[in-house]
């Protein structure tokens, strides 16, 4: 009759991460030995199948060892016990700790693989009872989903570690969804695309040719009008009207209807936190007829829809980029995300072509209406010379002005 015939674990490697290498090596043994009922049987018989299953390089360490006598190598105890001191010598908390709040996801790295990482960097921090804590803090954090983040900050009562857990999984499928989606879409349709979000609307131009709206303006389906624009750095029919930066300022020469993304100005303002104070009355004209408060509410933007004194909740903000510049922003106690349009945004980086992160979700206007953001962007901004804090805004094609949602203002 045939028996089934436990195997050994694998050999020690002595080589590369041997702090873990031990430990995964350990935990076989112990399960080996009981697997087998070696545990039951004599010391000398316990250490020489312990010696015989390490491996020879692993042999050749532990007779090496002076702490080990001819006695000690009888008694799988204390072989394991030196071999560990050996192999895992004492740890510095502090270092150990440090390389865990330093742990950032990387580029390609899952939400389960960051959590497993994490986890095994905890091992070692002796964080005890707080360990799930401190894993659900450097998730949060350490994340490169920032909307989700953002949103988990939010949510009151605090969110434990399953939820984060959760919540980050649920973002991570959906944007494998979308690119799933986007890949088994019909390959003739000409549409622009803001990290996985495609975003077509068809419009009848003056002509009857068929045209397409993105984040940059508006494109004719005959592409023999679109420049590479030297004024705001992205492409565009060639109408300055459709340019970003016509009737914008240059923040590094001071100089009109261009970007400092683009500028070829050797010199520099002596004020390079030059102020942009943008109102309704003519920052926005050109928006027409739906340039009034009713356009904006957010998931919900606000419950500020007072017209006769508007000036009243705007506050300046300096935005901390490459070249720094202050803008007037709504500060609404009803709203539940901050969101500007996407030629303030272009005005602040000095830059025509903005890199957006994935949108946050679809916003409801005060008329009922929902739009899809076309992406968000975190900030870094201060108050008045005050500290700096970072804020995602949902980036809207067209708006009025910039706004700040509750939370942040309070």
Known sequence: MATYQIPAPPHMNIKGDVNTNWKQFKAGWDFYAIATEINGKDKPIQAA?????????????????????????KDPARILKELGDHFMPQKHILFER???????????????????????????????????????????????????????LRERPVPNLIRCIEALRASEL????????????????????????????????KHGKAKFTNESGTFSANKQNTIACKYCGSS????????????????????????????????????????????????????????????FTARRIGAVNNTTNKSG????????????STIDVQLDTGATCSAMPLSCLQNIMQCGK????????????????????????????????????EITFDILETAPWPIIDGNTCV
């Not at 905890?122 to 804590?133: R, V, Y």
């Not at 349709?189 to 077509?200: E, N």
């Not at 923040?251 to 309704?280: D, E, P």
Request: hydrophobic share 25%.
């Open 313 to 324: 909740f705007k506050v300046p903000l300096t935005f901390h980029t490459q070249y720094p």
């Open 354 to 389: 903005v890199k957006l992160d994935p949108p946050g979700g679809k916003i409801r206007l005060y008329d009922g209406s929902v739009v899809t953001p076309l992406g968000t962007c975190t900030l870094t901004v201060s108050h008045d010379g005050g500290p700096r804090n």
């Open 49 to 73: 199948a312990l010696c015989s299953v390490m491996g020879t390089e692993c042999v050749k360490i532990m007779n090496s060892l002076t702490t080990l006598t001819s006695e000690d190598k």
């Open 174 to 205: 959906s944007k494998t969804h979308k690119e799933q989606l986007r890949a088994a879409g019909p390959p003739d349709v000409q549409a622009t695309t803001v990290h996985g979000v495609q975003k077509q609307k068809r419009h009848d131009s």
């Open 98 to 152: 440090v390389k865990f709040g330093y742990a950032n996801q990387t580029e390609h790295e899952t939400v389960d693989q960051y959590v497993v990482r994490l986890r095994q960097l905890a091992e070692t921090c002796e964080f005890e009872n707080l360990s799930d804590g401190m894993i659900r803090d450097r998730l949060v954090m350490g994340t490169h989903d920032s909307p989700t983040r953002n949103r988990l």
């Open 236 to 295: 565009h029919v060639k109408d300055r009207a459709k340019c970003a930066a016509y009737g914008k300022s240059c923040n590094k020469c001071g100089k009109a209807n261009h970007f400092a993304s683009v500028c070829q100005s050797k010199g520099k303002l002596q004020n390079q936190r030059k102020t942009v104070h943008q109102s309704s009355e003519n920052a926005w004209s050109d928006v027409g007829s739906e340039s009034d408060d009713s356009i």
